[in-house]
């Protein structure tokens, strides 16, 4: 089995051409070369984290190990939002608990000790619930991207690529919104075959 860099370089690679033949395509129909330049951009970028998607399913990779410590990041934060919203109720609950009443910086270093306690429990407890959730490296997490970025580019592509491009010739904004929503998904794709699980 391919490692990380292995995976990634491919990626790059086989999206870099895949990126110049959609640019190339993109620039022969309707001449426009700030946009084929900006799908060409993508294609060489966003593949890497694309291929980096199906290992998530691997306790040990670094695909994993980022995606602990993002959801760690947006529940401390997501917490910390929560708190700071209720935090008059909080420390009034608080201060009758121990019979004493705070001034402001008191307060915020009350409200900043329970946010760094959440942010242990978090780091203690979002590992252990994503290994719950995906217990076995090459189970099917390891090709949901692939499912869900297909259905998501399809459903794009109907609802909004189609009808546009019948109306108009793409500009930036589209031509690169397209090439960021099908790139990451070449990088699956370019994973997913490598692991030999296209065959």
């Not at 110049?20 to 890497?48: E, K, M, Q």
């Amino acid at each position: 089995m391919p490692g990380n860099e292995e995976h990634r370089r491919g990626a790059v690679i086989t999206g870099g051409v895949v990126g110049i033949i959609a640019a190339a395509g993109l620039f022969h129909l309707y001449g426009n070369a700030l946009a084929s330049v900006g799908v060409l951009t993508a294609f060489f970028i966003l593949p890497a984290i694309g291929t980096d998607l199906p290992d998530t399913d691997s306790h040990s990779s670094l695909p994993r190990k980022r995606l602990n410590h993002l959801l760690i990041g947006v529940c401390t934060l997501g917490g910390a939002v929560v708190i700071y919203r209720f935090r008059e109720t909080l420390i009034s609950a608080v201060s009758s608990w121990t019979q004493s009443t705070y001034v402001a910086y008191q307060e915020y270093i009350i409200i900043g000790a329970i946010v760094f306690t959440l942010f242990l429990a978090a780091k203690a407890g979002v590992p252990k619930a994503v290994q719950a959730v995906m217990p076995a490296h090459r189970g099917p997490m390891h090709s949901a991207p692939l499912w869900i970025g297909t259905f998501a580019v399809l459903g794009v592509a109907g609802i909004y690529y189609i009808p546009f491009l019948s109306i108009q010739s793409p500009g930036l904004p589209e031509a690169v919104f397209g090439a960021v929503l099908v790139a990451p998904l070449w990088g699956v794709i370019d994973h997913l075959g490598r692991d030999g699980e296209l065959t």
